[in-house]
């Protein structure tokens, strides 16, 4: 038996508590106002969500007239309400039983402790009188005899109503979900696979249960097994499962919306900085890398330009790879600016690295990555930065004080 307990509307609702204030009933919208008002709503209160104004809407996009309080992000706020949430989980189950699957999101597996309660309502309603008594938090509450039910029974039943639980057996599974609209909104399906599907004439999880394996293999590889088994409410994974899963490859990854339109110049200044924390980090993880990735998003627009490229060697010295990418970034079509990414993949570890005397001749780099990494440890990002963060394009230092690309105080 598993629990998903997810936070209604965690940000907001934390800004809410900070200010002793009912998020029902407080239109309250997480935002930095800095910015101006086509920022972006990192939040927004249950009450404004209720009155149909999506998260993740800009600050213009809400009707005049409401008159909702700004709050600006304050990610190590978030943090510390998400550790103390999480130690009102360990009362009641042990760590190896909780999957932490976002900040505001976890899946607990309770089956072992099913002796002590009525059913599985009894430790839910518990747990979240806890944290809304302790914290001022609202939780929402999805069960099921395996994840996957567990995961839709909060997103698709618990959220819409007080007392916010809701228990998915199977039998109900069969009967509501199996015919649910949308595919999009199924967890672990999404828009991508969802027009897919629409492509083989499938619309609910009832017409992919009536498919075969080996079609739905042909069309999604090992996906479209997962897609049938879920499509039945089959879900053998457990949460020790999800502990000792290793991916077979991972990228490093660093991405921003820049504050205002820069031009293509101006774009390499942040685009550089992005690097050298990145080849950072691998020299800190003592990884090397063989294939860069580097995105553009121009303003106004859907327009990019992405492009990948393929190095000679295994490194992580942040002035070879700067070189690499520069001739690619030369490339690039002229415009207005506005996103920027940029993903290191294809690692070996740095001891599997062939000793030529292309690797020799950076001893002097690989001890410098070292010293600013363990400066970086003692005193912050910001004791010690390259020198383009004393240009006006740079974002070095603002974006150093942020956490997940948001204020951090």
Known sequence: MFLCID????????????????????????ADNARGKGTICLAVSPYLKQQGIANRGRLFQIPKKFAYIIAKPRMKLYIEYAVRIHKIFLRYVDALDIHTYSIDEAFLDI????????????IAFQIMKDIHNELGIIATCGAGDNLYLAKLSLDLLAKKEYP??????????????????????????GSGISKRLHNMGIYTLHDIAVRTKEELQKEFGVVGLD????????????????????????SFSRHQILFRDYTKTEAWIPLVEM??????????????????????????SYNSYHKSFTLDSYV?????????????????????IRRLGISFSHFIEKEQGNNTLFYTQNFKSEHLSQTINE?????????????????KESTLYERNRQIGGHNSE
């Open 111 to 122: 089956t072992s402790y099913l002796s002590l309660y009525s059913d599985p309502s009894q």
């Open 7 to 30: 936070m209604k509307c965690f940000f907001a609702s934390v800004e809410c508590a900070e200010r002793g204030l009912n998020p029902l009933t407080t239109p309250l919208v997480v």
């Open 316 to 336: 992580d010295d942040f002035f070879i790879i700067k070189e690499e990418l520069k001739k690619q970034y030369e490339k690039i079509p002229e415009g207005k």
């Open 164 to 189: 916010y639980y809701h228990y998915l057996a199977l039998d109900e599974f069969y009967k509501t979900i199996w015919f649910y609209p949308d595919l999009k909104k199924i967890w672990q399906i």
């Open 227 to 250: 897609l049938y088994e879920h499509a039945w409410g089959i879900d053998t994974t457990t949460i020790a499962d999800i502990k000792a899963y290793e991916p077979k490859s991972k």
């Open 375 to 391: 400066v970086w440890k003692k005193h912050g990002k910001n004791a010690l930065v390259i020198g383009t963060a004393v240009q």
């Open 275 to 300: 690097i050298f924390l990145l080849c950072m980090e691998l020299s800190e993880k003592r990884i090397l890398a063989q294939t860069i990735f580097f995105y553009i998003g121009y303003s106004k």
